[in-house]
């Protein structure tokens, strides 16, 4: 079974950039088919997609397309998250997915962006 993990700092000033890493077991991030995704909720709202990487190649939320980066590195068997710029806004739980049926979830981390 696929078991993913998140790791990084739970805590990130104003305008610095959020860094974030998935460390994936029982699968490779290698394999053909899968979406190796970044979600995340902010308080009161409903999940929100940021973007995911398949196969080394990155989809963003258009919304947020200009401050996110997602890569990989295929040694470790991680995926890497960086959002810049971050304001308080950004406070949410981000949870690192395999996105292609059946999907696995990470256990999800708190991101608190304040000075």
């Known amino acids: 079974q696929v078991q993913l993990q998140e790791s990084g700092p739970g805590l990130v000033k104003p305008s610095q950039t959020l860094s974030l890493t998935c460390t994936v077991s029982g699968g490779s991030i290698t394999t053909n088919g899968y979406d190796w995704s970044w979600i995340r909720q902010r308080p009161g709202k409903g999940l929100e997609w940021i973007g995911y990487?398949?196969?080394?190649?990155?989809y963003y939320n258009p919304l947020l397309n200009s401050r996110t980066a997602i890569s990989r590195d295929t040694s470790k068997n991680q995926y890497t998250l960086q959002l810049s710029s971050v304001t308080p806004e950004d406070t949410a739980v981000y949870y690192c997915?395999?996105?292609?049926?059946?999907?696995?979830w990470g256990q999800g981390t708190q991101v608190t962006v304040s000075s």
């Open positions: 997915a395999q996105t292609v049926s059946p999907w696995y």
């Open positions: 990487i398949r196969r080394g190649s990155t």
